[in-house]
């Protein structure tokens, strides 16, 4: 395990009151991070650290809403003044606006799906860099949770696919950018998992011709996430940045 060991690490999770989040914040804290933890519900947060401080672990919350940079600095003031510089930051934190087509969807809409899950991750890797930068660290790591949305997908998840494959496009350009600052950007792509942001696909009336596209044949749970999120935020990917990682039970390569 010392090859993914997190000890040492302070990871900085978005989205992080409920679905993958949370459960990164454990898998991680489990691994040795110390991991603050951001989204905008503050009694979901407040619970999930009870929980890892009453398992050992070290972790703290800070009400975080993404869309707002002051928010977005105030969450890294408390990040910083608990557990220090912030050396690996999940760019988790999505939405999706409901079964809508693009004729469907209003400027609200479109707003408010790639506010969060698109211009959020830029802002806070720019604010990630230049604390870094203000530390006089040498190394740091940004993980994006993107989607297998980002090269397929299906009717009525218009601007949440956009998003997703802007923010696969957002890895790779950073990851270029970012080297001169020792900063790795990668990207996790996970397929359908039951939570709130896939419960509109998970719980449709055709939900058993859909599951037949997946080759594994089934949807993935939590517990596949955690050897890529461990690979991906630990030193263990020390040589990887722009890369994305698929967890999706061969979805992409369904048959059309
Ligand atoms: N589930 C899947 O099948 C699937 C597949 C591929 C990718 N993903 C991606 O995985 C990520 C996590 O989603 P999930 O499936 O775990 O769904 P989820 O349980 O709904 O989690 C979404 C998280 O984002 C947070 N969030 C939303 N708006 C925010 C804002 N403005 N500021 C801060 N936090 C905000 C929510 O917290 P608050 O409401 O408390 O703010 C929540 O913690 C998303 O980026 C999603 O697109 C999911």
Redo the contacts with the bound molecule.
């Keep these: 395990m010392t090859t993914f060991s997190m000890t040492g690490k302070h990871v900085a999770i978005?989205?992080?009151?409920?679905?993958?989040?949370h459960h990164f914040a454990g898998v991680l804290s489990a691994a040795g991070a110390k991991v603050t933890l951001?989204?905008?519900?503050e009694d979901?947060l407040s619970q999930r650290v009870a929980e890892l401080t009453d398992a050992g672990h070290s972790a703290c919350a800070a009400t975080?809403?993404?869309?707002e940079p002051d928010s977005i600095k105030n969450f890294f003031d408390q990040a910083e003044s608990t557990f220090g510089p912030v050396d690996v930051l999940i760019n988790?934190?999505?939405?999706e606006s409901g079964a809508k087509t693009y004729a469907m969807i209003d400027e609200e809409d479109w707003d408010f799906v790639m506010d969060?899950?698109l211009k959020s991750a830029w802002r806070m890797s720019k604010q990630f860099t230049e604390r870094l930068q203000a530390h006089k660290l040498k190394s740091g790591n940004i993980v994006m949770?993107s989607?297998i949305t980002d090269r397929r997908t299906i009717k009525g998840q218009f601007p949440y696919a956009i998003s997703k494959a802007a923010m696969t496009r957002m890895t790779e350009v950073m990851a270029l950018e970012a080297s001169r600052y020792g900063i790795r950007v990668n990207a996790l792509a996970?397929?359908?998992?039951p939570?709130?942001?896939?419960t509109l696909v998970v719980n449709s009336p055709n939900v058993d011709d859909f599951v037949k596209g997946i080759p594994m044949r089934r949807f993935g749970d939590f517990a596949d996430l955690d050897g890529p999120i461990l690979l991906l935020a630990s030193d263990a990917s020390s040589y990887m940045t722009g890369s994305v990682v698929t967890v999706d039970g061969g979805h992409v390569c369904g048959s059309l």
Aim: glycine share 18%; aromatic share 6%.
């Design positions: 978005t989205g992080a009151s409920s679905g993958f989040g951001g989204a905008r519900r979901k975080l809403d993404v869309r988790n934190a999505g939405v969060t899950n949770v989607s996970p397929g359908y998992i939570t709130d942001v896939s």
